[in-house]
């Protein structure tokens, strides 16, 4: 085996793991702590009941609710130009993956400088970032565990990848208590994420025995749970989702990703979709690329999905793949890309598969792909 | 699920990379490092490789050569005051447990002050460590990986389990290279201490899905590689070894462990037996125990053991257990006590068990043991 890396943070998992906050930020050297959030998470209450819980550690703070769906590069410049003038000295995050993204960029904008853009792609961030604590209101981003960060470049109308370990948050927080608040629609589409987390974390070029474990894990997991956490909303079903989320992105932070993350990246950054919404469309269509690619760790994947072999590598790889579509069926989720973009889109998708072909994602695809290999997958999900 | 916590170092895993420990110290900081060894590991030539990656980064370093097995108090309060006296400020250390525990306990003692035995029990350390770079020269151990640190007090004759988050290190380095210049018999010591770290972790009241699936994989990769590494000694099975372990130990330095490592700690430090030794005698002897207590998780490691179920849970733990001391018969190890202890010996086996009922480790048992049930046990094996 080559070299292989595994960071992670230290996780704090469990029901009520949000009131560990304070004692966090305490342990961080925290005097005043930098808060990023969302409108959402603060209507839902969230972030009255985070700052209550520093209150009482005695720690003082600056909120910062700047926060959209697929962050900007404006709101990451903005949100470091408070952190400093605040004099703050640790950062915590609650939200989904937007939010968390947001206080990543801050934090390395407050301690390197510069415009977000200089750091896009990987290991291009020098100085250590200060403190973090991430505490996740979904079950799918991977933002509060992983090295990675997405931010939007609006100018160029691109997702930019920032990955690198220094992106690892000290401190992950991850209570299934706030699922509760969440609609159905957002539990689908974080489950479906980190579905394709799993998925394509298992099957990328750098994937180590470490990763692996957590990716076929959460594979089961999240088949096994999301439709009774659809159905019954039951806390146990979403707990389980949970879990499989924070399994999924301790793979890809790890391994990274493939093929569908460099399209959804480059797809949702042209047309702002969110990887939920986009990852039912493409996902399948890439693994059968990918099966042809690397037959035998797909049908690894097959047999966590059918739970048993069916035939030969190349058969249970597929069996696997046609029950994932069913999976999704039933879901009642977009599975057409036509169902998303009108005709008149179409046009768009050469350029996007060019740009995809660069995203650092693609590297680890069995085989990085080519626009031409991309640009028939959106036609045959068209 | 009641609120759990998992905590590990950064790993970087894999044949050469022992060639990053220079860059890792940089990493952290280092100017002048703190090297720990023993005279084994020297002798076969990891010191000087070390020495002269760290020659070539231009880290200066002082060398703490006094490492013995099962590493005792004093040891450890000599290293601290050297690391203070040679102003030194990060600590690498390369070798089994010992050397690990006892750069541990030096790193404890250096900034904490006092002596060692006031840090004996769970999270009695307040102040930060120096930062430290673990590289493991064996597969069992998982002091590279663990919060745990045992020391032996020389005057009470007992192995302190000291037990912290803060003794998690920055980094562990695992280098499979390494293992090919170990004796069969280190590897069979170190292989089985990863099994009951496994099966001891997994059976543990506080373990968690992220524990869990470590322990399991764990278990299922020793069986399966062990003998082959024995026979063959190939990389490849002395590097699944080298996973194993690493898993084994992301599981128990998060989970804890049971009343069987209670026993080995208060017997070891008794009589100076290794855990490679001990365990081949108590395990199974402790496993048939705890699987009156909880038979449907100790099925689930039966499971993993046979393959496959076998009939009800008692009856596949049971059918579980039984394969498993064929396996550790085939080792040609040690399994009953009157082979290590002289008859004479027997009477100190009383007091031995009381001391055991008060280790940390017992706490975390399906239900803590006592004194007179460890007491059975060790006839029962004698």
Redesign the interface.
Known sequence: ????????P????????IN?AGQCALRLGAKKVFLVSDSGIEEAGWVDKLTDILKSEGIEWVYYPGVTSNPRDSEVELGAELYRKNGTDVIIAIGGGSALDTAKGIAILASNGGRIQDYEGANRVNRPLPPMVLITTTAGSGSDISQFCIITDVQRGVKMSIIT?TLVPNISIVD?LILRTKSETLIIHSAVDALAHAIESYMSTIS???TE??SL?AIDIILESLPSAIKTRSLDAL?QLS?AS??ASMAFSNASLGAEHALAHSLGGYFDMPHGVVHPILLTAVMRHNARLAPEKMAHIGKVILKKSQGNNEETALAGIMKLENFFATLGVHTKLHQELSEKQKQYLEPICKVAVNDACNLTNPQPATWNELHNICMEVW
């Open positions: 085996m080559d070299v292989t890396k595994f960071a992670i230290e996780v704090i998992f469990g029901r009520g793991s560990h370990r299934p180590s025995p470490f474990m957590h894990k707990e879990v924070v399994s």
